[in-house]
């Protein structure tokens, strides 16, 4: 068995080269892509080894490149689209809702648009305005449109093959300040036996209280996992990993066990996707809820100057500060 230590920038590079070969019809298009190999190397040596015909170096034009890709779907391709980072997303969001979205309902389901919109999120890493973000509920609120997050190196190189595979339009969201966190990959796991690509999963098992994240939350809520059991708190931690369509059958299943339930995420509060979930979970486990479902997440204004963001990110203190609230009521 091929397993190797990748991180998991590297490993969503491994991913892409694999779904390049096994697939013809795939095609990588986006800003610096191709000899650049991205601004995060994430497509490194894919043009060099596959071509610019397949690893195709756009102009700055984020309408045009998701437009481009919509016809190469339409014909039978599988066109990946990079989006350089979260705040370029939004030039390129009338082609995304207007056409990626709703092409499949408008030809009473005789067209497919197979393409995957990868975007690196999320913020702390020190980048300037636009460089980011957090527009996961704009997609999540598109009918139409997947979307799902990644939060370590198996998941990450396993998952973007699925998407690839998909017959549905996926954006991909890439957690940017975890690129660089290395994890063992089973390169060998054959995709169509792995994990599925909708499904949410539980990170770290535990008795108190249910923490809900996706993307780079993912593992600050597992290192608030582990400063709480120094205290005898058991934290059990889902990565829910699908953020549209939401699969909350092991929330449901966790919070019934554990009565407490704090979702955390990047996005501001305010109409987030955390509103959401702890409405279903208020909804379904209502009588098995010892307290109410708590927040944690960024403020609601503009992401700020990168000498202040780790005021605004959520973080370990913020995390187990709402756990505690918890055992308040």
């Not at 892409?16 to 190999?37: C, F, Q, S, T």
């Not at 998407?163 to 169509?192: N, T």
């Not at 535990?206 to 709480?228: E, F, N």
């Not at 409405?279 to 000498?307: N, W």
Request: aromatic share 8%; charged share 25%.
């Amino acid at each position: 068995m091929a397993t190797e230590t990748l991180t998991l920038g590297k490993a969503l590079n491994t991913g892409l080269r694999r779904a390049l070969e096994n697939d013809p019809k795939v095609v990588i298009m986006g800003e610096d892509v191709g000899k650049l190999g991205g601004v995060f190397r994430i497509t490194d040596g894919l043009q060099k080894d596959f071509g610019d015909q397949r690893v195709i170096d756009t102009p700055l034009a984020e309408s045009g490149i998701i437009g481009t890709a919509v016809g190469l779907a339409i014909r039978g391709y599988r066109p990946v689209c990079e989006i350089q980072f979260d705040g370029f997303v939004y030039p390129a969001y009338d082609q995304i809702v207007s056409q990626v979205a709703k092409m499949h309902y408008r030809s009473r389901g005789k067209l497919n648009i197979p393409m995957v919109i990868r975007i690196p999120f999320g913020g702390g890493i020190g980048a300037v305005e636009h460089h980011s973000e957090s527009p996961e509920a704009y997609f999540a609120h598109t009918a139409g449109l997947k979307v799902v997050s990644c939060a370590n190196p198996q998941d990450a190189y396993v998952m973007i093959q699925q998407a690839i595979a998909s017959d549905d339009p996926i954006v991909f969201l890439e957690p940017k300040r975890r690129y660089w966190e290395k994890g063992q990959v089973d390169l060998d796991a054959p995709i169509s036996e792995a994990y599925p690509l909708h499904s949410a999963r539980v990170a770290r098992a535990g008795a108190d209280v249910t923490l809900l994240a996706y993307g780079p939350m993912v593992r600050t809520c597992l290192d608030a996992a582990t400063a709480a059991a120094e205290d005898g708190r058991e934290l059990e931690i889902i990565d829910l990993r699908t953020l549209s369509p939401l699969d909350l059958g092991v929330v449901y299943e966790s919070v019934r066990r554990t009565g407490r339930a704090v979702v955390v995420h990047e996005a501001p509060s305010n109409v987030g996707l955390g509103a959401e979930i702890a409405a279903r979970i208020t909804e379904e486990c209502f009588y098995s809820l010892e307290s109410p479902v708590l927040r944690v997440a960024g403020f609601d204004t503009p992401y700020p100057a990168a000498r202040v963001e780790e005021e605004y990110l959520p973080d370990l203190d913020r995390v187990l500060d709402a756990v505690d609230r918890t055992f308040g009521w």
